[in-house]
Nanobody, 127 residues
Framework: QAQLVESGGGLVQSGDSLRLSCAAS????????MGWFRQAPGKGREFVAA???????YYRDSVEGRFTVSRDNAKNTVDLQMNNLRPEDAAVYYC?????????????????????WGQGTLVTVSS
């Protein structure tokens, strides 16, 4: 089992920045990819960003260049720096992790393939 706890959500204005953090415990390590997903009201959960143990990062197109995902392997944490936020970025953001067995794994963007999830943190962006 892995336990994930997110923090850092809140209410911001369009164009502002926000940093989300996620602390992982339990089953974590070099074979695990960590990532962020989001779910807006009435919509499905969608991939936002992910990072493998080696530090390779992956983003959905709409956040590329605005969001940055990073991880501290020694502390078992993953952060999501979100800049130039837009109203369409408003959602509950979830931290997730899943085991691939490789430090250089390319993660799936399908949330159904991720095993462990945090409770979510709400990001609200006013226009």
């Amino acid at each position: 089992q892995a336990q994930l706890v997110e923090s850092g959500g809140g209410l911001v204005q369009s164009g502002d920045s926000l940093r989300l953090s996620c602390a992982a415990s339990g089953r974590t390590g070099s074979g695990y990819v960590m990532g962020w997903f989001r779910q807006a009201p009435g919509k499905g959960r969608e991939f936002v960003a992910a990072i493998n143990w080696a530090g390779s990062t992956y983003y959905r197109d709409s956040v590329e260049g605005r969001f940055t995902v990073s991880r501290d392997n020694a502390k078992n944490t993953v952060d999501l720096q979100m800049n130039n936020l837009r109203p369409e970025d408003a959602a509950v953001y979830y931290c997730a992790t899943t085991f691939y067995g490789s430090m250089r794994a390319i993660p799936s963007r399908d949330p159904e393939t991720w095993r462990y999830w945090g409770q979510g943190t709400l990001v609200t962006v006013s226009s």
